[in-house]
């Protein structure tokens, strides 16, 4: 009798669980694709964060030990670097200007922060970085100064446009010349030249800038210690690009996306048209296209992220489909959630960019669906802190998976061993021009 009453109540709570997991797996498969029928919950039971890491990215030895080369007593001249798009463009862009000016023995002009009507922003350098900061930290690597002496500081520079160059483009045989003759001279660095050729000492300029002598301004610190001190810990930064111009620019098409969407990747499109056919599989395979927040909410589960975890987005404005993500994982917050209205509206692009990058380099961990400027320096940034739970959501995993027809649990397994392999090996982590490998 005892063991009937017993049997009876247990059997029941059992095929009420059932009955819910029925019912969540069902629901699931109607909001991805991902999920099929014979899915059942997939579990390593440690998150990506425990997997056992046997390389790690950190500041090489040759720039944190000093500055290798004393600075010659006479300057070649004054070099202005003019930076163009959003902040983490013309950081990279002040990154790479500075390291010029050392190889080219130039004092360097504060940096001039070209207004971009595109990103909606206005900002000069002094707006976001700490200027004084930025010079004392700069002492001995290179000379920098707010003005240029009066017999200068009437003119403009002549301007080297260096942004198009293309091959193995050399500064010292095309910029010096230039320099020599009119003492003052503006530049847009370029892409092409390789910094693995700097000498050592105008690479260890470069690392100082980029990575030790930017400092926000005080505003934005204490703004930025005002976000982070609004999320609940521990957190997650997830950096998701799926805005209308991101999509547009990537030329990929996406089925089953809200109308309003649609149209706001039509509207941003002009003339890139999408690839079609074979091109759009090769294109998409190559992992040209951005991952949805469906996607990424499916790549974080696979990576056995818990669906309770808090996640800071790091996004700009307009992200697209974001019910995806936070319909899935229900504790997100943003930049004008946590705010004050008033704070959030006097903001333009770039210092509403520089939050995001102050908390995702102070975060417990940091996921990005892309591999942009920002999400390099961050990584960076963050291996020179010692934060090591970085890491990139491959969106060519993603694809060459769902291209062979794995779903499920078969696609979720096949993520945590592409990703858990990459995050072991600290692919992504940093970049090599600055920091160097150590094997654990």
């Not at 690479?203 to 930017?214: D, G, R, T, V």
């Not at 589960?301 to 019910?323: C, F, H, K, R």
């Amino acid at each position: 009798m005892i063991a009937s009453v017993i049997k009876k109540p247990y059997l029941n709570t059992y095929a009420v669980a059932l009955l819910l997991l029925l019912s969540l797996i069902y629901l699931l498969s109607l909001s991805s694709p991902y999920f099929d029928s014979s899915f059942n919950s997939f579990s390593t039971g440690n998150s990506i964060w425990s997997v056992k890491r046997f390389i790690e990215w950190r500041p090489c030895d040759w720039w944190i030990r000093g500055h290798l080369n004393a600075l010659p007593e006479e300057s070649n001249g004054y070099i202005r670097v003019d930076c163009y798009g959003g902040l983490n463009q013309m950081r990279r862009d002040l990154c790479d200007g500075v390291g010029i000016a050392r190889l080219l023995n130039a004092t360097l002009v504060l940096p001039k922060f070209e207004v971009a009507a595109y990103w909606n922003e206005s900002s000069g350098f002094a707006d976001v970085f700490d200027v004084d900061y930025f010079i004392g930290k700069m002492n001995g690597f290179i000379k920098v100064v707010k003005e240029l002496p009066p017999e200068i500081a009437s003119k403009e520079p002549v301007h080297v446009d260096c942004s198009k160059r293309k091959g193995q483009f050399d500064y010292i045989e095309s910029i010096l010349p230039s320099l020599l003759e009119h003492h003052y001279i503006s530049i847009t660095p370029a892409m092409s030249q390789r910094r693995d050729r700097y000498p050592r000492y105008a690479k260890a300029a470069l690392c100082q800038a980029c990575y030790s002598a930017l400092r926000l301004t005080k505003f934005l610190e204490d703004k930025g210690s005002e976000l982070l001190q609004a999320i609940p810990k521990p957190f997650l930064s997830l950096h998701l690009r799926f805005e209308p111009d991101m999509v547009a620019y990537s030329q990929c098409e996406y089925q089953g996306l809200s109308l309003a969407s649609m149209q706001s990747i039509d509207a941003a499109r002009g003339d890139r048209k999408p690839w079609t056919g074979e091109a759009a599989r090769v294109w998409r395979g190559r992992g040209k296209c951005p991952l949805t927040p469906n996607e990424t909410a499916f790549i974080l589960q696979s990576l056995s992220i818990p669906l309770d975890t808090n996640i800071y987005l790091a996004a700009g404005d307009g992200l697209m489909e974001v019910e995806g993500l936070t319909s899935v994982y229900t504790n997100v917050f943003t930049k004008s959630s946590l705010l004050t209205n008033h704070d959030f509206k006097s903001m333009h692009g770039n210092t509403k960019a520089a939050l995001d990058y102050h908390v995702s380099i102070n975060s417990d961990s940091y996921m990005a669906t892309y591999f942009g400027n920002m999400d390099k320096m961050v990584a960076a940034m963050r291996a020179y802190k010692g934060l090591f739970k970085t890491l990139f959501l491959s969106r060519r995993h993603f694809a060459d998976f769902t291209s062979k027809g794995l779903k499920g649990k078969e696609l979720m397994g096949a993520l945590w061993k592409a990703h858990s392999d990459e995050f072991a090996m600290g692919i992504g982590s940093a970049l090599p021009d600055c920091f160097c490998e150590f094997r654990l």
